[in-house]
């Protein structure tokens, strides 16, 4: 089982700018990286993915020309760069990795096609 640390997170104003980062504790090195979010009664939902090698990375609408997601040292830290925040991005942030039966990441992708995850940072965009 590999431990995701994440940190970063808060409280900012409408508008304001967070990160947040993960990484494995043992530091090891992930095909496909990943951010969820998840507000109480609702579906964790996929963000933003980044795939080893090619680099490639998908967003989520909601997340498409504010949030950025990147990644250190050859996968082995995932940042995720939110900027312009509104109040509808106020949620529980979790760091995904390890995608299963895949080489890298090809989509967003769900919750089940994760191995392992962060233990989650708040997120709370306050008016």
């Known amino acids: 089982q590999v431990e995701l640390v994440q940190s970063g997170g808060g409280t900012v104003q409408a508008g304001g700018s967070l990160r947040l980062s993960c990484e494995a504790a043992d530091h090891t090195r992930f095909n496909c990286m990943a951010w969820f979010r998840q507000t109480p009664g609702t579906e964790r939902e996929a963000v933003a993915t980044i795939s080893g090698g090619s680099g490639t990375t998908f967003y989520a609408d909601s997340a498409k020309g504010r949030f950025t997601i990147s990644q250190e040292r050859d996968m082995k830290i995932v940042h995720l760069q939110m900027d312009s925040l509104i109040n509808e991005d106020t949620a529980m942030y979790y760091c995904?990795?390890?995608?299963?039966?895949?080489?890298?990441?090809?989509?967003?992708?769900?919750?089940?096609?994760?191995?392992?995850w962060g233990q989650g940072s708040q997120v709370t965009v306050s008016s």
């Open positions: 995904a990795a390890g995608r299963k039966r895949a080489a890298s990441c090809y989509d967003l992708g769900s919750r089940d096609d994760f191995a392992y």
